[in-house]
């Protein structure tokens, strides 16, 4: 294994079609008969698309583009197109030196990939996919998981503007200073898995000062169904996200919590891991950390599962946080806006955001009426929502974009009645 860190993904800059840049993924398994590549790229050409939109008769189909056949304007999206990361699968080469590779173009941005040794990736029951030796993720140091291990690595690629227009520099390690990533255990009676306490992921951002006069903003960034406080800042990029949105000046440095909503025993709209939320995270990060303790200043987001939990602290505890952002959800189904509710919502910041070929659109009947609805709703009864749909799936290429476009537009912003947004 100490072998099998010396190796990872090696980047080229070609100048070649179709990207400018290609990959050669790497993986040590001397003894190996079969080592495949899943990768976070089938791609979408929006204008291609009979129809753009997700609806409530239709799903978007996409065709599955791989990386050679990209084109400027294609993201990144599943195929078959659906909730579930149905990328695409390739047996590697095994080389004499016992590493197996595999070399691909790609676009500018950030990918997630995985290996599964001696297996077979369409069948998880046989082999568990295994994230990268060579390049593991922020909490793994000389071998040894800090904290919650993950199965998935993920891989920078910058943009050449020659072939791909699309700057995606904000997306890459920033240049200048770096916040910290810090993994978290705090009590929390009444848990199950683990059994009486959890985990938080807490960034603290660039040149982070303990005594500062003015207290940090605080904002709350919930993962999505199937993972846990590690989603955001391993497939999520975003403490490179946050470093350079921060060192750019675009916003104002903050602490970013993640917690991890999953473990708790079932509750009507989530409500144990609100109480634990709002009676225990909060309270700790306060305690721990130089931030504010005004709701005016702290600010909820979630993408998906996440976002149904913002929507229940939307309706439910309004009175916690100024800003609330939902990613690819909606409103429960059922939900009757009470006066009170709307009158809360009123006085605080409210987005919703999506993909437009995500299937979440048209909502799930037994979970969520899907954010278009809830804007329609949102709206009817008084309350101004800012918003932004884009091209993409129920997809990380999404979120990311999604969680730039809500702290630049939305988070720690005074309240607007500007139009919606309907590009980022």
Request: proline share 9%; aromatic share 12%.
């Amino acid at each position: 294994m100490t072998k099998a860190r010396g190796y990872g993904p090696q980047i080229r800059h070609t100048r070649k079609r179709p990207t400018g840049y290609e990959v050669t993924f790497r993986y040590y398994a001397p003894h190996a008969t079969r080592v495949q590549l899943k990768g976070e790229w089938y791609f979408e050409r929006p204008t291609a698309l009979s129809e753009r939109l997700t609806g409530p008769d239709h799903l978007v189909e996409t065709p599955g583009l791989l990386p050679a056949q990209w084109r400027p304007g294609d993201v990144p999206i599943a195929h078959p197109n659906s909730t579930s990361p149905y990328w695409p699968v390739v047996d590697m080469t095994k080389g004499r030196d016992g590493v197996w590779t595999h070399t691909t173009p790609l676009p500018g941005g950030v990918y997630t990939y995985g290996f599964f040794v001696d297996g077979d990736a369409d069948d998880t029951t046989i082999t568990d996919q295994l994230p990268d030796p060579g390049n593991p993720a922020w909490n793994v140091v000389n071998g040894v998981v800090h904290g919650t291990a993950v199965d998935r690595s993920q891989i920078y690629v910058p943009s050449d503007p020659d072939f791909d227009p699309d700057d995606v520099t904000w997306q890459g390690p920033s240049e200048g200073a770096r916040g910290k990533l810090l993994h978290v255990t705090y009590d929390s009676p009444g848990h199950v898995t683990p059994a009486d306490k959890n985990y938080l992921v807490v960034y603290t951002p660039p040149n982070y000062n303990a005594k500062r006069a003015k207290p940090y903003p605080t904002f709350y960034l919930s993962h999505g169904g199937g993972e846990n406080e590690m989603g955001w800042n391993t497939q999520g990029n975003m403490a490179n996200i946050l470093d350079n949105l921060i060192n750019n000046g675009a916003v104002q440095p903050m602490v970013v919590v993640m917690p991890n909503a999953t473990g708790y025993a079932s509750s009507s709209q989530d409500q144990l891991h609100r109480t634990d939320l709002i009676e225990r995270v909060i309270p700790w990060v306060e305690a721990h950390y130089n931030v504010s303790t005004e709701a005016s200043d702290r600010a909820y987001s979630g993408l998906s599962a996440g976002g149904m939990r913002t929507s229940y602290l939307l309706l439910n505890n309004t009175e916690q946080f100024g800003y609330y952002g939902m990613m690819s959800a909606g409103l429960p189904p059922g939900t009757t806006l009470t006066d009170a509710q709307i009158a809360a919502m009123k006085k605080v910041s409210v987005y919703v955001a999506s993909g437009w070929q995500d299937p979440i659109n048209p909502g799930f009947s037994t979970i969520h009426r899907g954010p278009f609805r809830m804007v329609r709703d949102l709206t009817d009864a008084g309350v101004h929502v800012q918003t932004v749909f884009i091209d993409g799936g129920h997809e990380w290429y999404v979120w990311r974009l999604l969680l730039r476009d809500f702290l630049t537009r939305v988070a720690f912003l005074p309240a607007t009645t500007a139009p919606a947004s309907w590009g980022v």
